[in-house]
Nanobody, 122 residues
């Protein structure tokens, strides 16, 4: 069993930055971030299989960066140049494996945190 606890969400103006953290009881081979806006499906934002295997959705590529501190069992999501459409609940997730064909699918992940809210105002 893996426990995941997100933090770092909040309210920010468009163009601003936030860094989300996910404290894990243990890290898995694939760690990811998803988000879900009201009335929308949960979507993959970014995932990390190793330092050299990271994946990003097209809508955040170039603005968000996923990273990991193995010593602290913590996953991060640095979010820059935030836009109002980034407003959502953000979830941390863990899986035994992911690749370019499935990292963005919620069903690929076994463990989930409770989420942290990000609100971006224009």
């Amino acid at each position: 069993q893996v426990q995941l606890v997100e933090s770092g969400g909040g309210s920010v103006q468009a163009g601003g930055s936030l860094r989300l953290s996910c404290a894990a009881s243990s890290l898995r081979s694939c760690m990811g971030w998803f988000r879900q806006a009201p009335g929308k499906e949960r979507e993959g934002v970014a995932a990390r299989r190793s330092a050299y295997r990271t994946y990003y959705s097209g809508s955040v590529k170039g603005r968000f960066t996923i990273s990991q501190d193995n010593a602290k069992n913590t996953l991060y999501l640095q979010m820059d140049s935030l836009k109002p459409e980034d407003t959502a609940m953000y979830y941390c997730a863990a899986a035994a494996y992911c690749d370019s064909g499935n990292w963005f699918l919620p069903n690929s992940f076994n463990y989930w945190g409770q989420g942290t809210q990000v609100t971006v105002s224009s």
